[in-house]
């Protein structure tokens, strides 16, 4: 079972930036697009960012232009770029396959507080 850490969150002021990192256990990470989500209380969890093995990317509206995906497949590793962040970005961060995909388990998620 492909094990997922996320980190790199924290506290930041509206307007700061944040780059998180999402770190899978398995070479098999190289061979399957990535997406970021987000989970904010009281609130389902919802698609940020994807990237394909080949490097596309596609983002949820409310991020475009704001955030940026990419990834290390030497490094198992997918990044999310976060800019200009605001307070209704703040949600627990998680990675995983995109929708649709037979999910690998859920790491523990990595924690943006924006404060306004």
């Known amino acids: 079972q492909v094990q997922l850490v996320e980190s790199g969150g924290g506290l930041v002021q509206a307007g700061g930036s944040l780059r998180l990192s999402c770190t899978a256990s398995?070479?098999?990470?190289?061979?399957?697009?990535m997406t970021w989500y987000r989970q904010a209380p009281g609130k389902q969890r919802e698609l940020v960012a994807t990237?394909?093995?080949?490097?596309?990317?596609m983002y949820a509206d409310s991020v475009k232009g704001r955030f940026t995906i990419s990834r290390d497949n030497a490094k198992n590793t997918v990044y999310l770029q976060m800019n200009s962040l605001q307070p209704e970005d703040t949600a627990v961060y998680y990675c995983n396959k995109p929708p649709g995909a037979y999910y690998w388990a859920w790491g523990q998620g990595t924690q943006v507080t924006v404060s306004s």
């Open positions: 990237i394909a093995t080949g490097g596309s990317t």
């Open positions: 398995a070479t098999i990470f190289s061979f399957n697009a």
